[in-house]
């Protein structure tokens, strides 16, 4: 399974930090991203990285801004938002996927239930 946590309400310009804890068969998967979805909007792709090498990927819209990481001991995922946006309220995912390196909706396996983010103006 998938637990994602850290959401909350902060002011544009702010930062805030969402985790993801991995378990069971999740752990297996060689690739974890975070997605997100807007009031209205279909799901996104924001970041992803590699269990193995930790190669880290962005959407275009968050790099410089976002960073991804890895805490294999903890298998824990993080993403660390900063100078945030009103545009990036919405609720965040995370997901795990056998594909390497996919932004793929559909190329990802298991879903954590999504935390939500609120980033006001």
């Known amino acids: 399974q998938l637990q994602a946590s850290g959401g909350g309400l902060v002011q544009a310009g702010g930062s805030l930090r969402v985790s993801c804890v991995a378990s069971?068969?999740?752990?297996?998967?060689?690739?974890m991203g975070w997605f997100r979805q807007a009031p209205g909007k279909e799901r996104e792709f924001v970041a992803g990285?590699?269990?193995?090498?930790?190669?880290?990927y962005y959407a275009d819209s968050v790099k410089g801004r976002f960073t991804i990481s890895s805490d294999n001991a903890k298998n824990t995922v993080y993403l660390q938002m900063n100078s945030l946006k009103p545009e990036d309220t919405a609720v965040y995912y995370c997901?795990?996927?056998?594909?390497?390196?996919?932004?793929?909706?559909?190329?990802?396996?298991?879903w954590g239930q999504g935390t939500q983010v609120t980033v006001s103006s």
């Open positions: 069971g068969r999740t752990l297996s998967m060689y690739t």
């Open positions: 990285i590699s269990w193995s090498i930790a190669n880290k």
């Open positions: 997901a795990a996927g056998r594909k390497w390196m996919s932004t793929i909706e559909a190329e990802y396996d298991y």
